[in-house]
């Protein structure tokens, strides 16, 4: 118990010079600027560097489904299960060679984007079908926190879903982006650095006795348990999942707000190009630690493969390091997962902003405090339905699959065809953003996603076949084509 309390102390310190930095580094920006406007609170002023732009991209993508998640599903995966996070780091090189076009592009949303170039059908229920999977994907870095929370203080499960909520309301609604993308980089460094120490010192515990004993042991029990585990295996999670990984990651980093308003934030599209290769060259070196932490508490907790947990991660840490390390590794994983639930309230509220609220409510005729005022409501609104999903019992790999497809399966073919397409319509654009978003809930809820594969690669790719067939059909017709975006000049 009293080792308990030193990791909990540990953890409340951090969360504290989290807040002081975060609000630190928004002072000073309010500072600079004579008056505060809804893109400076929104946007950080479009102003972050490399270095910071990789560790806000990376704090974005590694949250509770990419720490904790990865632990939990050691059981059914083995060390298969980091290609979660492996793939990311794929999928942010991927788009490393488009993100320039969306810092050129003079939009601060997908949705802004889409709008556009297809008009106001595709820029309402693009932003609406983003809205709804930002509130699920607030749910899913709820549920970790909470998981943490639960562990080491005792509290019932629910009163730590409610005290993750509040707190990460608090800290995005009076910091902003600014406030979550400077204390991202101390973030980063107790993530990857801090979880990769601490997981060897972990490995030297008696209970362990090295990596080369906790694979023996890990060997010893998938042989003796008659298929049920491979906990060693890097395949176990299946070739087609791995391949819809990387697919699912390219493809919501691309319509993804979270990602993309980090990198139209950037200072230039150079500086987006930089930042998303370095943080996909981090997410894929990290992401064997927190399934290899999963393993130890699979394997040398007594009793603990008995099911799968929502607490691999941090019982094997409270377990196997001493009480500052565990308390300084469950901070890290802690403040990103309230980073990230930060940065989806953030996500949420700019398109609510600029993509409802603004154009078809206000009729763009709207004071900069007022944007402001209305962007916290909708922060506000995101983290009551985060509370919902996380009390819901749903599994957090699980949610943010079915978010990512949801927000992506259908936009992004009209995103990328918005982007580099002449030959697209209206029509196409709108149809292509509907069909695949139907495909992707049908296969995910009605057909269980079949083969392991996610619903936002068949959506996707049957989008894509839409928005080109339709819009072919349609300048046939004597459809109009669409004008290309216009792109700034850097």
Known sequence: MQN????????????????????????????????????????????????????????????????????NNVYRF????????????????????????????????????????????????????????????????????????????????????????????????????????????????????????????????????????LFSRANEMSAASAGEFDFTSMLRVGIPTILGYIAMYFMTFTTGQEIVQTLASAKDSGTALTGSVM????????????????????????????????NALAAATVEFAHPIIAGLVLSGVVAATISSASGNMIGTATMFSNDLYRPYIAKDQVEEKKAILVSQVAMFAAAIFGVAVALSGSNIISVMMSAFALRSAGPFAAFIFGLFA??????????????????????????????????????????????????????SSGGQKLPRLKMADE
């Open 4 to 71: 308990t309390t030193q990791t909990l102390i540990v953890i409340i310190l951090y969360l504290i010079l989290t807040v002081v930095i975060g609000l630190v580094a928004s002072a000073k920006q309010k500072r600079q600027a004579k008056e505060q406007t809804a893109e400076d609170f929104l946007m950080a002023g479009k102003s972050l560097g490399a270095l910071a732009l990789a560790g806000t991209l990376f704090a974005a993508n590694t949250g509770g489904a990419s720490t904790t998640g990865v632990a």
């Open 78 to 213: 083995g060390l298969s299960a980091s290609w979660y996070v492996i793939a990311g780091g794929i999928g942010f090189v991927l788009i490393s060679f488009i993100a320039p076009y969306f810092r050129r592009a003079g939009a601060n949303t997908v949705p802004e984007v889409i709008g556009m170039r297809f008009g106001k059908r595709s820029h309402i229920i693009t932003a609406i079908t983003s809205i709804l999977a930002l509130f699920m994907a607030t749910g899913a870095q709820i549920i970790a926190t909470a998981s943490i929370i639960n562990l080491l203080t005792g509290f019932d499960y629910n009163t730590a879903v409610l005290i993750t909520a509040v707190v990460v309301l608090v800290y995005t609604m009076i910091g902003g982006f600014a406030s979550v993308a400077s204390a991202n980089m101390m973030h980063v460094l107790f993530i990857t650095v801090g979880m990769t120490i601490a997981m060897f010192i972990m490995s030297g515990n008696p209970a362990i006795g090295g990596l080369g004993n």
């Open 279 to 310: 943080a996909g060259v981090i997410s894929a070196a990290y992401g064997i630690v927190p399934a290899l932490i999963g393993l130890m508490a699979y394997v040398a907790i007594p009793g603990f493969a008995d099911g799968p947990k929502t």
């Open 422 to 475: 002449d030959d697209v319509t209206e029509k196409g654009g709108f149809y292509a953003i509907l069909i695949g978003t139907v495909v992707a809930a049908v296969w995910i809820f009605v057909l269980k996603s079949p083969f392991g594969l996610n619903g936002i690669v068949p959506g996707g790719l049957v989008a894509l076949a839409a928005i080109y067939i339709i819009s072919k059909i349609d300048i």
